[in-house]
């Protein structure tokens, strides 16, 4: 990044319009013709709301509607995502993955996960053009919910050696795990990040970004520590139920609001 421009974007924010002129010629190419762009870029700029400050944007977030209502609507959905067991489940891929088929050792779990993981991101690409935002949030937050579900059953009926049909399943758990993760990045793990840019006014998005983002990662420290202590308390199927209940509490959220 060193020998790269910063921001087209964010130089011509702080007035330096040549700057600005040379980052949007590095990125687009010596051979593009980059005034369109720079004069989109001028226009948006000129038109753009007063910043706010992040103390007063602090202060406005909680008083008034507007800014309350797009923060609180978003960080439940995130807390939903976070709910979902998506990063719990990442940062114990190696427990899980054992508990459902020993044929993995602990070093293939994680290169699995990873990589159905990314084939699902792939998916998301081309998707996100052609669904609108909640209709993927809803088909992902299904699938997951369902795989939790199913999932769970698995793991209760080996438990208390119960479900024959299930206990004769191998390949069924396994199946659980991929069509989950393959779910996870296509909706409900990846659209709240979009909603990020979109949800919030503009001259209260740095602010509310930052909150929601601070806020979720607290959250995320909370879901993922508190995976094995309620694997001791509830079992690893009641886990993954409370998971899935999590994916079709975001279904409901998402139908609405």
């Known amino acids: 990044l060193m020998f790269y421009w910063d921001s087209p974007y964010w130089y011509m924010h702080s007035g330096m319009e040549e700057c600005a002129h040379e980052a949007l010629r590095q990125f687009r190419g010596s051979k593009t013709d980059i005034e369109p762009e720079l004069k989109e870029i001028i226009n948006l700029v000129k038109n753009e709301p007063q910043k706010i400050s992040f103390i007063d944007g602090l202060k406005k977030s909680f008083l008034e ?3 309350f209502e797009p923060l609180i609507i978003l960080n439940m959905l995130f807390f939903l995502k976070l709910l979902s067991g998506k990063f719990a489940i990442d ?5 899980v993955i054992q508990k459902v088929s ?3 050792n602990e070093y293939l779990s994680a290169v699995f996960m990873a990589l159905i993981y990314l084939i699902g991101s792939l ?3 081309p998707l996100v053009k052609i669904f609108s935002r909640k209709i993927l949030i809803i088909l992902s937050a299904f699938v997951m919910g369902v795989s939790l579900l199913v999932l769970g059953l698995c793991m209760y009926s080996q438990n208390y050696n119960s479900m024959q049909a299930l206990q004769d399943s191998d390949w069924l758990p396994l199946t659980c795990i991929v069509s989950y993760m393959v779910a996870a990045p296509i909706g409900l793990c990846s659209i709240p990040f979009i909603y990020l840019a979109e949800f919030f006014p503009s001259e209260m998005r740095s602010v509310l970004g930052g909150l ?3 806020i979720s990662n607290l959250e995320l ?3 993922v520590k508190t995976f094995p202590n309620l694997e001791e308390v509830m079992g690893d199927y009641g886990v993954f139920w409370l998971y899935a209940a999590a994916c079709f509490s975001a279904i409901i959220f998402t139908l609405i609001f």
């Open 65 to 67: 509607r507007k800014y």
């Open 91 to 95: 940062f114990n891929a190696v427990e």
């Open 102 to 104: 020993s044929q993995f």
């Open 123 to 125: 998916l998301f690409i």
């Open 212 to 214: 929601t983002i601070a």
């Open 221 to 223: 420290f909370i879901v």
